[in-house]
């Protein structure tokens, strides 16, 4: 079979392995899909103290969500989803797995991150009737799902941004109200002009500091992510550095909180429960991108990094 491990040289690269033997307590599962995700960035960079997810070194095997049937056994053919995907077998401990429901569509909607964007947006910064929402990192992974249930949740006006031009249509079509381009400088004022109420940030820095000037008073900050930080082409992909006008934050009276989906219970039953509801009425879609074949893994990571594709990427194994 084959994985993408760590090279000495720190990429990512497909090498061959044995077929992996289950020990006690685990099964064998043949990978169906995996998804590639930016946050691997930092955890090929030495991983973040008391982050969820530990540091990849060289000769580790990657990892992250996937979806694969059991092999053999009284559950042969039961798929499930677990956190060894970036290989084509996977020996998982049967407490790290969890059944794909038959509640969605298709199996690979369950690799939708909205956990995290319906957590923060009910939690941490929960949306009132008419908001005015800013989605920072509006197009990628968990910013298409938060676009999208910012306004199932009743926001009144969605606006997301984005470092890639190509990609506003798409997000207009997602139902974003209005997309702005980075650098943000003047644009957000100009996109929500009665102000943001509510700010979903995945990246940080410079949309961080327009989310402030353009806030309204009592604004709620849900900070998700740091892309700003963890893909920035020169830095060292583990911080977010950010300067920011605290004094505004004072005089606002704005909220910051950060929000780490992890693994709360409550929420993702909520949040699966929603989701079937949405996507069988078609009022949510789950905007991904299929690549095909684990060899083309390493090459779809760096196209993530470089903002080539639009929301979640997974690789299909067949
Ligand atoms: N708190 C939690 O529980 C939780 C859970 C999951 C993920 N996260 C975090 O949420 C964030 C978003 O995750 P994701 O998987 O959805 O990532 P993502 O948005 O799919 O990441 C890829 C995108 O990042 C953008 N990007 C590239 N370089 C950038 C830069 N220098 N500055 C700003 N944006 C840049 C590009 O989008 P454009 O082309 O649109 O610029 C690219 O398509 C990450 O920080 C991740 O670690 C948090």
Known sequence: MREIRVAPTGEPAVVRAGLPEP????????????TVFAALRTLLAGGVPGAPLPALRPGDTLFGPAIGEI????????????????REYAAVP???????????????????????????????APIRPGDTVFVSG?????????????????????????????KAERMRELGYDAVVTRPLDEQLAKAAPDGVDVLFDNVGGGDLRAAIAAANRSARFALVGALSGQLAQHGSGTTGPVEIDSYQVILKQITMTGYSAGGDAEVRAEWDARFAEWLSAGRIEFPHVLVDGIEQAPQALRDVWAGRHFGTVVVTLT
């Open 23 to 34: 020990g006690p307590g685990e099964v064998l599962v043949r990978n169906r899909w995996f």
């Open 71 to 86: 092999v053999g056994g009284p559950d042969a053919g039961a798929l499930v989803r677990h956190m060894r995907g970036w």
């Open 94 to 124: 049967v407490s790290e797995i969890d059944p794909v429901s038959p509640a969605l569509p298709d199996p690979v909607a369950h690799f939708a991150q909205g956990t995290t964007a319906y957590g923060a947006l009910t939690r941490a």
């Open 138 to 166: 509006g197009a990628g992974s968990v910013g298409t799902m938060a676009g999208q249930i910012a306004r199932l949740l009743g926001a009144g006006r969605v606006v997301g941004s984005t470092g890639s031009a190509w």
